[in-house]
């Protein structure tokens, strides 16, 4: 098996060298309502993009300050993100550890819900394995906190232990557990220690192990005896509950291939990459016919579809996030080619607004949730996971799509001072009101940054921290 985490560092290095800040001002018009039907019907695009829409200084002044971002705030931002983090890893160490996670309103800790089996909405996550602190070790590194990475390392490789009574979901034990370990064990033996000195004293390879003992446990979940989609749940200590769920969504089971695949390269053994990637391929297999569209949830004992919602949202999300990452990081090319068939088939059929974002008339362009046999709308909400896929645009080289896409959830995100969990485009007011401290629309920011370097990014970026700051901040 061949893996290349060099590829990720090409992607952005690449995608540096396009410029989009030529495009700015037709991204602030999108959001400026002034600008709703003022376009052009020429549809040659224009040398001046300012002309094109007709703008003028004074509709562009509420967005004068994003053409520019000063080096003092930068920094300021740069201590006071330092700071949130310091905040609320400092009161987790001091209140909830060993726990799972801080309960904020009561600053105690909190694990797993025993008493209720059924209270997925926090054992799904919640596995009495550390979880904060496990899931904070690589943000240290991002931190540049040596001295706490390594104190941190100490007490996980002492402490976590994985032979619990705990029934967690495979999906998120994944992405938030091993992942994590997986790099923290990459970043402790990588010889160029390019965010400082994060080398362990006599490391052995204890992340690697506690990986490897991790999915030792997960990989239990495809121990399925109708079909070869996994189980979305197991217990750690006795694996397949008794009480399973017969459905998955297809996010859960079709998003553990960078995972386990990384787990597999390092470990010289192909088991874990090949149950990742075969169930990730029988779920493209299973696409719709005719519209070419995944559902949202499979029943893992007919294999059949029982969920029929085909979105970019929760239940399918990282499935095609992780169809192109997979490529990126392992040069697989039939993740690429899965990824380009169901990429057109979005398009195609969710996506709704005038067909290029940057000229012609008619709507900003949004992805709809639509039946996946037909493509007819299925409701009339988006959800803030959908935010994630921006990012995907841009290291698929989709830039004018990427930068148009970002720029409907900045409006909802500046509407509202942080992303509801699902907005009604057709009401435009939220459907779900709570916001779990998503990273979805942070991170397509970031990839938008890298790929253009434009400030727009930065103010972006600015106006989140902020937020979050004066909102989600329990003092």
Same mark, same amino acid.
């Given at each position: 098996?061949?893996?290349?985490?060099?590829?990720?560092?090409?992607?952005?290095?690449?995608?540096?060298?396009?410029?989009?800040?030529?495009?700015?001002?037709?991204?602030?018009?999108?959001?400026?309502?002034?600008?709703?039907?003022?376009?052009?019907?020429?549809?040659?695009?224009?040398?001046?993009?300012?002309?094109?829409?007709?703008?003028?200084?004074?509709?562009?002044?509420?967005?004068?300050?994003?053409?520019?971002?000063?080096?003092?705030?930068?920094?300021?931002?740069?201590?006071?993100?330092?700071?949130?983090?310091?905040?609320?890893?400092?009161?987790?160490?001091?209140?909830?550890?060993?726990?799972?996670?801080?309960?904020?309103?009561?600053?105690?800790?909190?694990?797993?819900?025993?008493?209720?089996?059924?209270?997925?909405?926090?054992?799904?996550?919640?596995?009495?394995?550390?979880?904060?602190?496990?899931?904070?070790?690589?943000?240290?590194?991002?931190?540049?906190?040596?001295?706490?990475?390594?104190?941190?390392?100490?007490?996980?490789?002492?402490?976590?232990?994985?032979?619990?009574?705990?029934?967690?979901?495979?999906?998120?034990?994944?992405?938030?557990?091993?992942?994590?370990?997986?790099?923290?064990?990459?970043?402790?033996?990588?010889?160029?220690?390019?965010?400082?000195?994060? &080398?362990?004293?006599?490391?052995? $390879?204890? =992340?690697?192990?506690?990986?490897?003992?991790? %999915?030792?446990? #997960? *990989?239990?979940? @495809?121990?399925?005896?109708?079909?070869?989609?996994?189980?979305?749940?197991?217990?750690? &200590?006795?694996?397949?509950?008794? $009480?399973? =769920?017969?459905?998955?969504?297809?996010?859960? %089971?079709?998003? #553990? *291939?960078?995972? @386990?695949?990384?787990?597999?390269?390092?470990?010289?053994?192909?088991?874990?990459?090949?149950?990742?990637?075969?169930?990730?391929?029988?779920?493209?297999?299973?696409?719709?016919?005719?519209?070419?569209?995944?559902?949202?949830?499979?029943?893992?004992?007919?294999?059949?579809?029982?969920?029929?919602?085909?979105?970019?949202?929760?239940?399918?999300?990282?499935?095609?996030?992780?169809?192109?990452?997979?490529?990126?990081?392992?040069?697989?090319?039939?993740?690429?080619?899965?990824?380009?068939?169901?990429?057109?088939?979005?398009?195609?059929?969710?996506?709704?607004?005038?067909?290029?974002?940057?000229?012609?008339?008619?709507?900003?362009?949004?992805?709809?949730?639509?039946?996946?046999?037909?493509?007819?709308?299925?409701?009339?909400?988006?959800?803030?996971?959908?935010?994630?896929?921006?990012?995907?645009?841009?290291?698929?080289?989709?830039?004018?799509?990427?930068?148009?896409?970002?720029?409907?959830?900045?409006?909802?995100?500046?509407?509202?001072?942080?992303?509801?969990?699902?907005?009604?485009?057709?009401?435009?007011?939220?459907?779900?009101?709570?916001?779990?401290?998503?990273?979805?629309?942070?991170?397509?920011?970031?990839?938008?940054?890298?790929?253009?370097?434009?400030?727009?990014?930065?103010?972006?970026?600015?106006?989140?921290?902020?937020?979050?700051?004066?909102?989600?901040?329990?003092?």
């Amino acid at each position: 098996m061949k893996i290349n985490i060099s590829r990720f560092l090409y992607f952005l290095i690449y995608l540096e060298k396009i410029s989009a800040i030529s495009l700015d001002y037709t991204l602030y018009s999108q959001l400026s309502k002034e600008l709703k039907d003022d376009m052009d019907t020429n549809d040659v695009l224009p040398s001046s993009v300012l002309n094109y829409f007709k703008l003028t200084k004074d509709s562009l002044k509420e967005f004068d300050s994003y053409l520019y971002f000063a080096e003092n705030d930068r920094i300021r931002l740069k201590n006071l993100s330092q700071e949130m983090f310091s905040f609320g890893y400092d009161n987790y160490m001091n209140h909830a550890y060993p726990l799972d996670e801080l309960d904020p309103i009561h600053c105690c800790g909190r694990g797993p819900d025993h008493l209720r089996p059924d209270n997925i909405n926090v054992n799904d996550a919640l596995g009495d394995y550390l979880l904060t602190l496990v899931d904070s070790l690589t943000t240290l590194v991002v931190m540049g906190n040596s001295s706490e990475f390594k104190q941190a390392s100490k007490l996980v490789i002492e402490n976590l232990n994985f032979d619990k009574n705990s029934t967690v979901q495979v999906f998120e034990a994944t992405i938030r557990v091993m992942g994590s370990l997986l790099s923290s064990h990459l970043i402790t033996i990588d010889p160029n220690q390019p965010f400082g000195d994060m &080398k362990i004293s006599n490391y052995n $390879n204890e =992340f690697l192990n506690l990986a490897h003992d991790l %999915a030792v446990r #997960l *990989i239990s979940a @495809f121990n399925n005896d109708y079909n070869i989609f996994p189980y979305p749940r197991i217990n750690l &200590k006795m694996g397949i509950p008794t $009480n399973s =769920f017969n459905h998955t969504c297809t996010s859960g %089971a079709g998003s #553990l *291939i960078l995972e @386990f695949g990384t787990l597999s390269y390092l470990l010289n053994d192909p088991i874990y990459e090949k149950v990742a990637r075969i169930v990730s391929e029988a779920i493209f297999l299973k696409k719709h016919p005719t519209t070419g569209l995944v559902g949202n949830e499979l029943n893992i004992k007919t294999g059949n579809w029982q969920g029929l919602m085909s979105g970019l949202g929760a239940g399918i999300d990282s499935y095609l996030e992780y169809l192109l990452k997979g490529f990126v990081l392992f040069g697989n090319k039939k993740d690429l080619y899965m990824f380009n068939e169901i990429k057109k088939s979005v398009k195609r059929y969710l996506r709704h607004g005038r067909n290029e974002c940057l000229r012609g008339k008619g709507h900003h362009p949004i992805y709809i949730n639509v039946n996946m046999n037909s493509g007819n709308t299925a409701n009339n909400w988006i959800d803030s996971l959908q935010a994630f896929y921006s990012g995907v645009q841009v290291l698929d080289n989709d830039l004018d799509e990427a930068i148009c896409f970002h720029a409907l959830y900045f409006a909802i995100w500046k509407k509202f001072s942080v992303l509801p969990e699902r907005y009604n485009w057709n009401l435009k007011l939220p459907d779900v009101y709570f916001y779990p401290l998503r990273p979805e629309f942070a991170e397509a920011t970031y990839f938008l940054y890298r790929a253009t370097k434009s400030p727009f990014y930065l103010n972006v970026a600015k106006l989140i921290i902020e937020n979050l700051n004066d909102i989600t901040r329990v003092k």
